[in-house]
């Protein structure tokens, strides 16, 4: 039997066993995906001990998506330049990690809205490892300008000096910075990677930009997908912006994984309309 699962802290609002084993069932796949709750302090541990307690794959989220970086064997080469991993595989005893977020989110942010990055200006909340994986992406699409607004800026920068080059300028802000009302208005999209909004959350009831205009048909994209309408994206339908929901960033961050983890493409629509019909 194949073991899989996510590991992060706390796991309570996580989907991904529903559809991964979802997926294992409908391929007739002999396995388990289960949610690992693992805190920052279990996690040497646990990655020491994946080969003993034979799992073959995990997804990391939050908290772990930069610690586990000094656990694991290999790094494959974006997500060495992410600087974040969000998938582990044990290949007969060496563990390699990935990052399937760049991707997910670029799959999702088509899918749930067209966005051309062309000559286009984002903004994006955050700094933390899905914060590395949407700036990747943005840059890898021709994004012309990116804010990443962080409580503190130091994180920010750093992001910015790593990612930043000669056709994606970078700029890195503060939470209380002044000029942040501008900087929204002249965004077309604006994403909260922040844990901000989330059911279970520290602050679940944050909703980002109460306090900012932004302009007509501005795509709000909101990577926490629990509540499927956050307060972030009530806000942004609220200023007449677009709201898009992470929650096909997940599946299609997903649908890599498994197929890192088992050798076999996902059945992706299944996993789709399973997310689709849970009531969060």
Known sequence: MIKLGVIGYPLGHTLSPLFQQAALDYLKIDGQFNAIPITPEELPKFIRTMNKN??????????????????????????LKIGAVNWIV?????????????KGFLKSLEFETGFE????????????????????ALNLIGLSKLFIINRTKKK????????????FDIIPLEFKDPIINNVLL????IINSTSLGMSGGPEPNNDLINNYDI?????????????KETPFLKKILEKKGIPASGLSMLVFQGT?????????????????????????
């Open 215 to 227: 302009k007509a048909g501005t795509i709000g994209y909101d990577l926490v997908y629990s509540p």
């Open 156 to 167: 920010a920068e750093n992001i910015a000096n790593d990612f930043k080059s000669e056709n």
């Open 54 to 79: 034979n799992i073959k794959a995990v997804c990391v989220t939050i908290p772990h998506k930069e610690s586990v970086l000094d656990l694991i064997d290999e790094i494959d080469p974006e997500a």
């Open 90 to 102: 044990n290949d007969e005893g060496t563990l390699k990690g990935f990052n399937t977020d760049y």
């Open 186 to 189: 002249e965004s077309q999209l």
């Open 117 to 136: 990055p062309n000559k286009k200006t984002a903004t994006i909340f955050g700094s933390g490892g899905s914060c590395k994986a949407v700036t990747h």
């Open 256 to 280: 890599e994984g498994f197929k890192l983890a088992t050798g076999l493409e996902a059945p992706e629509k299944l996993m789709l309309d399973i997310t689709n019909s849970i009531s969060l």
